[in-house]
């Protein structure tokens, strides 16, 4: 039977995890636990737990401690050698995850000591209490941010930002159609849709409890929700809504293939997440409209620190505001991470929970 944590204070107040504490630019002598794997394959067998010294910090560097990071789909895909970017062995894993600075090398001149900060690249490694990484990484945020939308704010959001912003000008009014909803990227379209005025057309399996699925949606502001199968009976767009001028895809088979049904004539369709690497071959059927790939990693290589920070401060203003939640989600400790991640990789579709790392305990 799998182990179940105890339930516990969420996000209590830090208490940092050191053997010795950092004095006058010193950092020697600072111990650190992490996860670490040497291989690529099962995360159940190669991920382990290892303490192990923290490095100097070179001039440019910041010591962040870490104070949560979620577990992605995207995390347990790079552990298991699956995604086209990985890291060099041995690696930390983790992608996303929000910190507090406690040390700064002598050039750093983008965030300073106390600031709340989140990484803004990839395959840096955030399941660990401390990470030393470049300024340019770290993208500096609100005290404000509750702990569990911060450490979950540089993929999923920012993903949902990017696919409303750079290949349709939604306007007010207008409607977008997405398949998997009910993933992080999926609520976060809706969240920001919501904010805008933009409605949104749901697609989400009819398996799972789907209508627990499609309460949650609606509560989050969704428009409409529909399973694949009554999406596919629309013979015609006869709903109140306005047709979907974008389609957010990022299944392949029916899910795509409804979508380019329903969208509006000369709309967008972009291809993105699981979709990112599937063939566009079906043009033929809409030749009007417009084809488009996304790929967040390829975003971040090519955006200047101003377009970043544009992103985010534009979603932290509706996560401060109230108006935008992670997805549901449980707080696990470090050394719990066999439970989490044994549960990520047997959850099922379009019911996930999101477990993330609380390191201020």
Known sequence: MAFLPKPRPVFAVARYYAKTRILSGSIRNLMSKQLVYSEFGDPLHVVKIRESEVPDLGSQDVLVRMLAAPINPADINTI????????????????????????VGKHVCRVKFG???????????????????????VHQISKN?????????SIAPCMAYRLLNDFRNVEHGETIIQNAANSPCGQSVIQLCRARGINTFNIVASHCGYEAVKAYLLSLGATAVFTLEE??????FDTSLARPVLALNCLGGRYEDVM???????????????GYDLPIAKQFLRCDAE???????????????????????????????GNFKAPVYQAVELKDYIYAL?????????????YVFDFTV
């Open 291 to 321: 084809f488009y790939r996304f790929h967040i990693h390829e975003w971040e290589g090519c955006a200047s620190c101003v377009e970043k920070d544009i992103m985010y401060k534009a979603i932290t203003q509706q996560m401060v505001q």
């Open 231 to 236: 999406a596919e009976e629309l013979t015609a």
């Open 115 to 137: 600031d709340r900060v989140v990484l803004s690249s990839r395959l840096l490694g955030s399941w660990r209490y401390y990470g030393v990484y470049n300024e340019r990484d």
């Open 260 to 274: 380019l049904k329903l969208l509006e004539r000369n709309g967008a369709i972009v291809y993105y997440g699981c």
């Open 145 to 153: 941010l509750p702990l569990p939308e911060a450490s979950m704010l």
């Open 342 to 354: 044994r549960n990520t990789l047997h959850c099922e579709a379009f019911t996930t929970l999101n």
């Open 80 to 103: 298991q050698g699956k995604n086209p970017c990985l890291p060099t062995l041995p690696s930390v894993p983790g992608d996303e995850g929000v910190g507090e600075v406690v040390e």
